[in-house]
Each structure stands twice: as structure tokens, then as C-alpha cells.
């Protein structure tokens, strides 16, 4: 499975950005996809996750704020993200658990990550 993040940015306090995930060579129909992030200095630390069956969970800093969504048509996941805050400010990484039924926030299990994207908030 190859990932490519893309949408990235820098952006003022309030304002939105949009990320996408285009998702290529995976054959498994059963997977859950999630967002992550990194500061510098901390821990990856899980945003938002999609399953199969487009059961959703979200960190709670980021409840109400972002949404992910998926377009199986184009296999790509996107991650809105509004009202954005500086301590939104990290490396944004998407990556796919295999055999996925509940959609986690863990690291452990997803096997396949992507560049990552990188998103500034001032």
C-alpha cells in the first residue's frame, strides 16, 4: 500500500485547511485509515480514524473541528480541519490498519504510513 499526503500549509489562527490521502496498491477490503500528527519534541499522537464502514473517532482536542471522510471512488481520505490553533502545528501523516473493523487512534497496527504533510498554524 503506498499512501501520498498532500494539502498542507501555513495558516493563521481561525482559518482551515483540507488534506488528502490518495491510497494506491492495497488489495485488503477490510481497513480502517486514521490521521496522525507530530510535533517536534512529542509523540505521534492519532487525530482521526475511518473504518470500513465509515465509523469515525476523534481525538478530543480535535472533536468538533475536524472531519474525516473518505472517497472510495478515488481512494482517497481527506482530513477538514477548521478553527485551527497553533498547537495544531505538526507533521500530519496518514496510514492504513489492514483487517480493520473499529477504527483506533493507536499506532499499533497500522502498517502503512505516509510522507506526511506539513501543517503550520501562527
Known amino acids: 500500500v503506498q499512501l501520498v499526503e498532500s494539502g498542507g500549509g501555513s495558516v493563521q489562527a481561525g482559518g482551515s485547511l483540507t488534506l488528502s490521502c490518495a491510497a494506491s496498491?492495497?488489495?485488503?477490503?477490510?481497513?480502517?485509515l486514521a490521521w496522525f500528527r507530530q510535533a517536534p519534541g512529542k509523540e505521534r499522537e492519532g487525530v482521526a480514524a475511518?473504518?470500513?464502514?465509515?465509523?469515525?473517532t476523534y481525538a478530543d482536542s480535535v472533536m468538533g473541528r475536524f472531519t474525516i471522510s473518505e472517497d472510495n471512488d478515488k481512494n482517497t481520505s481527506y482530513l477538514q480541519m477548521d478553527s485551527l490553533k497553533p498547537e495544531d502545528t505538526a507533521m500530519y501523516y496518514c496510514?492504513?490498519?489492514?483487517?480493520?473493523?473499529?477504527?483506533?487512534?493507536?499506532?499499533?497496527?497500522?502498517?502503512?504510513w505516509g510522507q506526511g504533510t506539513q501543517v503550520t498554524v501562527s
Open positions: 496510514a492504513v490498519e489492514s483487517f480493520c473493523f473499529v477504527p483506533r487512534l493507536e499506532t499499533v497496527g497500522y502498517t502503512h
Open positions: 496498491g492495497h488489495t485488503v477490503s477490510t481497513y480502517c
Open positions: 475511518i473504518g470500513d464502514d465509515g465509523t469515525t
